[in-house]
Nanobody, 120 residues
């Protein structure tokens, strides 16, 4: 059994910063590709940032230069540092992970989401 638990969401003013974390726990052998998605109110879920096992990153255009994804493999944790936040960044942020389990199978997992609200 593997779980992804997000934390760090909240309310922040436009222009502010926030860091959300995603802690993986359970029968983990290795975190492969990890990512952050978000779902704004009334809209579809979208990919925000992705980081490979080797540390390569990619971002959706709207957050480039403002958001940074990182990972701490020793802690099985992925972070999303968000700066210069805008009201349009308001969304539920979900952690995604492709994880190799201790029984040598790889599966996709999702966290439950954390709300980020940016006030104008």
């Amino acid at each position: 059994q593997v779980q992804l638990v997000e934390s760090g969401g909240g309310l922040v003013q436009a222009g502010g910063s926030l860091r959300v974390s995603c802690a993986a726990s359970g029968s983990i052998s290795r975190l492969n590709t990890m990512a952050w998605y978000r779902q704004p109110p009334g809209k579809q879920r979208e990919l925000v940032a992705i980081i490979t096992n080797g540390g390569s990153t990619n971002y959706t255009d709207s957050v480039k230069g403002r958001f940074t994804i990182s990972r701490d493999n020793a802690k099985n944790t992925v972070y999303l540092q968000m700066s210069s936040l805008k009201p349009e960044d308001t969304a539920v942020y979900f952690c995604y992970g492709n994880i190799r389990t201790t029984w040598r199978r790889e599966y996709d997992y999702w966290g439950q989401g954390t709300q980020v609200t940016v006030s104008s």
